[in-house]
Nanobody
Framework: VQLQASGGGLVQAGGSLRLSCATS????????IGWFRQAPGKEREFVSS?????????YYADFAKGRFTISRDDAKNAAYLQIDSLKPEDAAVYYC?????????????????WGQGTQVTVSS
């Protein structure tokens, strides 16, 4: 099982990024996907999640509502996190995680597989 987050980088405040989570080694359709982030000196926190393919739900942390959009492409075994209107406080390492047959809300507390993160840096 592999998950690999990518798409991070250095962006000016107000800019946008699209993070990708490429996966392999499991039946992607059957897994919920979550995005989490960890800033220096802080605990990892939940950002957003999307249910397994048959669930049809998404879930966002309060800070993510309105600026973050999660999606998945089952044909590509990949999930995405679009981040708009980036703020300096969004700077963190972003990770994707997977959980079998998970609803979007269940992803907040249940993650079986984790990928390596991608660094997002926001300049003010």
């Amino acid at each position: 099982v592999q998950l690999q987050a990518s798409g991070g980088g250095l962006v000016q405040a107000g800019g946008s990024l699209r993070l990708s989570c490429a996966t392999s080694g499991f039946t992607f359709d059957d897994y919920g996907i979550g995005w989490f982030r960890q800033a220096p000196g802080k605990e990892r926190e939940f950002v957003s999640s999307i249910s397994w393919s048959g669930g049809g739900s998404t879930y966002y942390a309060d800070f993510a509502k309105g600026r973050f959009t999660i999606s998945r492409d089952d044909a590509k075994n990949a999930a995405y996190l679009q981040i708009d209107s980036l703020k300096p406080e969004d700077a963190a390492v972003y990770y994707c995680a997977a959980e079998p047959m998970a609803s979007a809300q269940a992803m907040v507390t249940h993650q079986t597989y984790w990928g390596q993160g991608t660094q997002v840096t926001v300049s003010s």
